[in-house]
């Protein structure tokens, strides 16, 4: 195998294999050498992407399920709502490895490599990767892999605050027909509060098949038995149901953070949570990947730097990210209280574009005064001191 690439791609995850799939539709990149390289062969059901989307997306035809409408609950206001021109979309991580590796294999120019990442580097002229077993150079190396120890760094800077988003789903089938598979519940606040911001969400994939998912936001990580016990509560107190087969179970951990991760340097191009494509106060990853790996493409094609860094315009979202993170960090407002603020007051429409860093400055000037000002005034104004 040759050791030499035009683009490497570092990690088989979501991102790299985004970017891989776009490189693959278009035919700037027939004649290109392209190598990927993971640990591990993706051959499992590891994960689930949901998303919400306007138009029909890159991998439209891998959607597993689709919702045009979604339940909110909480103790203060829940309310039903029609998402239209939106759907909320779910998206098997099988599905998309399958599709992505299948296709890849029918490019000559295109290798794999299922090896262990030791080192990325890179100097004016192209980027190195060692594994176990090898060293690779390319003109650009695309990494979707955290190498350095990024929470020790964000700890140690004033008003960065670092949660994480955990989790635990179950996907259930019952002997009746329970559920309405054209409704989502996005979010249900209706569970303890105790260990940090914490709800359900209720995903049916059929009448009598649904991903009950149980969400916190917090600084500690709790173990199985506690997730176990929420699941089992919700489903059997909340939905009434106590009779069900367990079908797949899957977990993550995902960082919440307004720390500013390295977009990449010199031929490195960062992808992915690891670069920085995490919405830091909500957890959301997926379509923020895939807006940056068309923007990569984009500038490949036009023989442009693939490393894109933000303007100081785009930056204020990072400071929406950081005031959000203070106040649910130092509890000055229960994340139950202030979600339920945002979505009795705004569309779930504006929510969506807010969350999606899509909004304008009056748009997000009507989001901000549709929550508690007393709240987030002064974690508004540490954020602003940070970024002076």
Known sequence: MQQQYDYIIAGAGCAGLSLLH?????????????????????????????????????????VYHRWQQIDFYSKEFSARYDLEPYQYKMIRS???????????????????????????????????ITTNNSIFYSNYLFNSIILNNWKQDALSQKNVHVLWQHF?????????????????????????????????????????RALIEYTLFSENILNDDEYNNALTHHINKQL????????????????????????????VINIGTAGGQTKGSS???????????????????KDKNPLLLQSMFDKRFRLYDGILLNVLKHKKMGGDVLFAQLFKNNSPQAVFKFLDNETNIKEELKIMKSVSLRAFLPATFKQLLRHL
Not at 39 to 58: M, S, V, Y
Not at 122 to 128: C, G, P, Q, V
Not at 283 to 292: D, L, P, R, S
């Open 94 to 128: 099988i599905d998309l490895y399958a599709i992505v590796l299948d296709k890849a294999k029918q490019f000559s120019n295109i290798d794999i490599v299922y090896d262990e990442i030791k080192s990325i580097s890179s100097n004016e002229i192209y980027a190195t």
């Open 168 to 208: 635990k789903g179950w996907l259930i089938e019952t002997a009746d027909d329970i559920f309405d598979a054209r409704i989502a519940t996005f979010m249900d606040f209706r569970v303890s509060q105790e260990k940090g911001t914490a709800f359900m969400y209720v995903l049916p994939v059929a009448k009598n």
């Open 283 to 301: 957890g959301y990853t997926f379509q923020f990947i895939q807006k940056h790996s068309a923007k990569i493409i984009e500038a490949l094609v």
């Open 22 to 62: 776009r490189m693959m539709l278009h035919p700037f990149f027939n004649r290109k050498k392209i190598l990927l390289i993971d640990k591990d062969a993706k051959n499992i059901n590891d994960r689930t992407w949901c998303f919400w989307e306007k138009q029909n997306g890159l991998f439209e035809n891998i």
């Open 240 to 267: 009434e149901i106590n009779e069900y087969k367990l079908l797949h179970t899957e977990s993550g951990i995902i960082p919440m953070t307004n720390y500013a991760f390295s977009k990449g340097e010199g031929r």
